[in-house]
């Protein structure tokens, strides 16, 4: 499995032993007979037809995938992040800007083999990374797809860019496999983040998986191309009225993972979904709130913002 990437890079999922790699897929398919892929600990029997939040068996099931060129400087660099969006979500957030893909069944059952053959694609086409957009409750299909494609040639970095609402125990059987960990941190206070993604426990959650993100993979490392290799890269959105407690989500960063985590803090927040039925979620944010979040980064010390 050790096979040289471009510039001597070589990504983490090519240096872990086979062996070890087939235990994880193994431990992560068992999961799904009684899934606590993710904090909602459903507890269903994915493998017989049962689902639960996620809504979602035991197969692939992607919504599409492409070279994608609006993601974070590091990831698109000049040929594009090869990103694959996996249908529905571990979290129900109402302001969801996929929500046709989160909320409605927007996209197709594929194969093990199908999802392979698109990691393989997208590396042909000269993408940096493959970019797993929302993999949580799809990580046993991952893991056993990847193997196939490590044995066809696939030999570049692996994103997992995800909603930050993550069980421990899935993360922790993603070391080795992951380089570049891209969680949200959408909330530090429990209140919005229940009635806007119904997840109360969302804080505590995320920022226990966000520690363990860093601990697998450190600081984003960087090469001189401006091309990611290897890190922890985090977004947070910034909602109206303060909604994502932005405040309390930058000192976390700062004083309980690094000054020097990359940080996005997104200005993008437009009503979607069923935005409009909750103000202040019906608006965007102003110019004003923005510059407050982008001072508040500062102010804590935040060294690597976008």
Known sequence: MDKEANNGFIAAYLKLPEEEFRKKIHLAEEILKSCTLCPRQCKVDRTSGESGFCRTGDKPFVSSWNPHFGEEAPLVG????????????NLGCLFCQNWTISHLDEGNIISFIELADIMLTLQN????????VTPTHQVPMI????????????????????????????IKLLDGVIDIYMPDFKY????????????????????????EMHRQVGDLVIDNRGIALRGLLVRHL?????????????????????????????????????AEEHPPLDRRITNEEFRKAVKAARDAGLKRLD
Request: glycine fraction near 10%.
């Open 125 to 132: 086409y000269g993408c940096h990374n493959i970019n797993f």
């Open 78 to 89: 000049s040929r594009g992040s090869g990103t694959i969006f996996f249908s529905h979500c």
């Open 238 to 274: 910034v909602l109206p009225e303060g909604l994502a407690g932005t405040e309390e989500a930058v000192r976390f960063i700062v004083e309980e993972i690094s000054p020097d985590t990359y940080t996005n803090i997104m200005a993008q927040y437009y009503p979607c979904y069923k």
């Open 188 to 211: 530090s206070d429990s209140e919005p983040a229940k009635k806007y993604s119904g997840a109360k426990d969302y804080p505590s959650v995320a920022k226990a998986a966000i520690k």
């Open 143 to 170: 893991l056993r797809s990847l193997g196939l494609a490590i044995e066809k040639g696939l030999k570049v970095p692996l994103v997992y860019n995800c909603g930050g609402y993550e069980a421990i125990e899935t």
